[in-house]
């Protein structure tokens, strides 16, 4: 049984609203602080949760208070200058929490502070202080690879390599905590596999240590550019989707969009600070993608990824080995199709069809093995049948069967094409009759 979560984000998402629902959805506190503490940074922050209400709806608020920012709080109350969210202009702070605009647009409703208590860290001394830290092998590999891609992203925006970015936000304490105590959720609750819905553009403009910029802002455009993120408005002028909770989507989604066929078992929700036009709220859902009545189901759906490029300079013996390395490579599908290109040059449309662990790879193939300068990729929903192998018996030898369902009913069946053909050739008959006798047996024994 796969199980899986779907991460719903009306109002976006932002590290400390995963760690918030997943909390919610039951992960302990006390198991988050204490694997936290391995990271050796435990003396720069404390953990807090509570419960709280948005648009009247209960949602568990995370918070991480860092000493820095405890040290400065004034000893009267009655003094402190935190203005409600209201009452601000569109998110704005000045380093206050470390991340670009707010990482905690939903977690902070402070007036923006002048004194910055970051401390800027570059990307191998993140890496160096999970690696450390010796956490279970798929939260270590899962904040790794956050890290990474949200370096590249910076990178990519400043025009520098990974290692080289410098850190002003996402890399200090609480982005950490973020990062490693989502992945820590995850893992203690022996998720899957991850979805997510389309992404909230939010708008208005956030300050960092750059300066003032738009909404979304570079990081997040680049996060979506290039793993193909669905997005829209909502009508909300606010940072919505920060850096930090895009780099967790984007690392770890097997798809975006609407939830898949799922069995609900908890629902956690994780709530920003702001009052929103919605409730500010994250949502969790947390099932099995195989469970008992399945077969009441007619379909599956799943998210796949399309590649494809025009060639008109290559010979077709090349695209036909093509086909075999994108195989092998992972690819679930490869046909090509004629097409007449610009200035009438006769030419072939090359598709290829993979789960998103596999892109990279099918990618280094076509480049490999083809003359085309550049590919396509989209992320699409297909549907699929259920489908289960069966053996029959010929007087030849043993074929395997394919059939697919839609719910109780059998909607297709068909013998494997390499089991005919490979007794056709030992027997030296036809590949048509072997084909013919697989499907007699079977429906014979039916």
Known sequence: MNKIAYFDCPTGIAGDMCIGALVHAGVPLDYLIEKLNLLGISTDYQLRTELVHRNTQQATKFYVDLAADLSLKPENPATDFTLD????????????????????????????????HTHHRHLPEIEQII??????PRVEAWSLAVFRLLAEAEGAVHGIPPNEVHFHEVGATDAIVDIVGTCLGLDWLDIQEFYFSAMPTGGGTVKAAHGKLAVPTPAVMRLWETHRVPVYSNGIDRELCTPTGTAIACTLATGFGPPPPMLLQAIGLGAGSRNLAIPNILRLWIGEKSFAGKENLTNDREAICVLETQIDDLSPQAIGYVFDALFAAGALDVFTAPIVMKKSRLGVLLTAICHAEFQDACEAVIFRETTTLGIRRSTQQRTILHREIQKVQTEYGEVQIKVAKSGQMIANVQPEYEDCASIARVKNISWREVHRLALQSWYDRT
Request: cysteine-free; hydrophobic content about 20%; proline content about 8%.
């Open 85 to 116: 969210p209201s009452e601000t202009e569109s998110p704005t702070f000045e380093g206050h929490h470390h991340h670009h605009g707010e990482e905690h647009s939903h977690s902070h409703g402070e007036a923006e502070a002048e004194i910055s």
């Open 131 to 136: 690696v450390s830290a010796k956490l279970p």
